[in-house]
């Protein structure tokens, strides 16, 4: 168990730049430690976010597909959705948390394209529900990098 | 020096001595870094009291976009003789006898840099003036007069929007390794609301852009850099790129670090004769955040799957598809504060 995982990943990258960096034969090496730094960089961010991440992703979508299902009129959508909503993230780790949203968010997809074209006033709400979701989806997944 | 290095130099040496001057050495091999398409190189080339710099780029085994190597090296011939800055076409060498791998040869432009982040602050408008004028002057081009007809695919004023769309969402359906909800909202988007035809067809760059170009010190523009993704298209698609957001990250009020964005219109409208119509030209802006959502898609899913473990494959499938998606959301989220320029 490594707690502080990202400030030791954020310790490495650093190394990189401050000892490693300087010694590098040419341009080329020094260039791609310096964006090896940055990936290590990005990959402590993820290592310190990802599950709140994806268990306060989880929970907003299954809401949203929840709200969305009886509204479709495909009826192969209902039972994806439905079948989705049965199960759960097989565990908190990053990978089953990731297969669990992959599979949501495939289901919203489809739900976005079932709505956003649709005047009713469920469906003006739930198109404003789902891209008030994706804003949130994209700045949670933002990294912090400084180019 | 290395063993890349050496086969590099010797092979380097027996192409340029069957076809620019008997007896040619090799000298100063620098492994260009950045390009994520091709593996680039400089290298001086000397027969007797002769010498010239030169670049040769050579094809990647995997790449970061899959394009034919010759369709790149026409579209420089072509901007090259129509008097744009443009690297001076040397050779195009599809035999892997020399270098194991084709390749092609331009004229080395020396003492410039592409760098955004050493833009001399005081050229920076300089800069700006020339970078849109001379998009507008491709812009102009009639290009049926650059006879690229055996390597572009035809396209027309009706059909290019929809079918650069075509090609970008299926690159971004193919290649995507989890789902990308905001892109596939905006491919449904830009199908929904295609642009009127295009005012004229034009030789598109395809990745014009702040870093794609050579400047000098004096902040004079020399040469225009990458036509790996040129195309015959809306001319207004190269005008978009030019100004997505993702170049102007860190000042996002000024198109490609250099200009206000009306600015860089203005000038590109003077430059190209053309008007830019609004609805179309939104349309292309939300079109190039696509199609870099699929460029950096296509990086991550080749980071993962193949042996090219380059790190900038990585960096620019991971942080690029993030900073795309967040302009995405932006543009088209009914709940946007819309903190990038819209025309």
Redesign the interface.
């Known amino acids: 168990m490594i707690p502080k995982g990202s400030g030791g990943i954020a310790h490495i990258a650093g190394r990189i730049v401050q000892d490693l960096m300087p010694r590098a034969g040419?341009?080329?090496m020094?260039?791609?430690l310096i964006?090896?730094s940055?990936?290590l960089g990005?990959v402590a961010e993820d290592y310190d976010r990802a599950t709140d991440v994806l268990v306060t992703e989880e929970r907003e979508l299954v809401a949203i597909l929840g709200k969305a299902s009886a509204h479709m009129k495909d009826e192969g959508l209902r039972k994806r959705i439905a079948a989705a909503l049965e199960k759960k993230p097989a565990s908190l780790r990053v990978s089953d948390l990731?297969a669990r949203?992959?599979t949501l968010?495939?289901l919203?997809?489809e739900v976005?394209?079932a709505v956003?074209?649709n005047d009713a006033a469920w469906a003006r709400e739930l198109?404003?529900e789902i891209?008030?979701f994706?804003?949130k989806?994209?700045?949670l997944?933002?990294?912090e990098?400084p180019? | 020096m290395d063993i890349r290095q050496e086969q590099l130099q010797a092979g380097l040496a027996r192409f340029l001595g069957a076809k620019w001057r008997p007896g040619t050495t090799v000298m100063d091999l620098v492994h260009i870094p950045g390009g994520a398409s091709r593996e680039t190189w400089r290298f001086m080339a000397a027969a007797g009291d002769e010498s010239l710099g030169m670049v040769v780029r050579i094809d990647p085994e995997t790449s970061l976009i899959d394009t034919d190597r010759r369709t790149e090296y026409r579209a420089i011939e072509a901007a090259y003789h129509s008097g744009l800055p443009a690297p001076e076409p040397l050779y195009l060498e599809q035999d892997v006898q020399w270098l194991g791998r084709p390749f092609s040869i331009t004229a080395e432009i020396p003492g410039c840099q592409s760098s955004p982040d050493a833009f001399p602050s005081q050229h920076r408008q300089a800069i700006g003036e020339q970078k849109w004028t001379w998009l507008g002057k491709l812009a102009a081009l009639d290009p049926k007069t650059l006879h690229l007809d055996d390597v572009m695919p035809a396209a027309t004023v009706e059909t290019c929007a929809s079918e650069q769309l075509a090609y970008w969402a299926k690159v971004i359906v193919d290649d995507e390794l989890h789902p990308n909800p905001i892109a596939h909202a905006a491919i449904r988007w830009l199908k929904r609301n295609l642009p009127p035809p295009a005012q004229k067809l034009s030789l598109v760059h395809g990745d014009y852009r702040t870093g794609n170009f050579l400047y000098s010190p004096a902040g004079k523009i020399e040469a225009i850099l990458d036509w790996e993704m040129a195309h015959i298209g809306d001319p207004l698609e190269d005008l978009a790129w030019s100004m997505d957001p993702l170049w102007c990250w860190k000042e996002p009020q000024r198109a490609g670090l250099l200009l206000p964005h009306a600015e860089a219109i203005r000038i590109w409208e003077q430059a190209s004769g053309l008007r830019v119509d609004k609805h179309a030209f939104r349309w292309w802006q939300v079109f190039a955040a696509v199609k870099g959502i699929g460029i950096w898609i296509s990086s991550s899913e080749e980071f993962e799957t193949s042996a090219n473990k380059k790190p900038i494959l990585a960096i620019a499938g991971w942080l690029m598809t993030d900073r795309e998606q967040r302009i995405l959301a932006d543009y088209l989220s009914p709940h946007s504060a819309h903190r990038f320029v819209r025309p």
């Open positions: 040419d341009v080329y020094a260039t791609d964006y090896l940055l990936l990005m990731t949203s992959d968010l495939r919203l997809i976005h394209e956003e074209t198109d404003g891209w008030r994706l804003e989806h994209a700045s997944r933002a990294y990098v180019v």
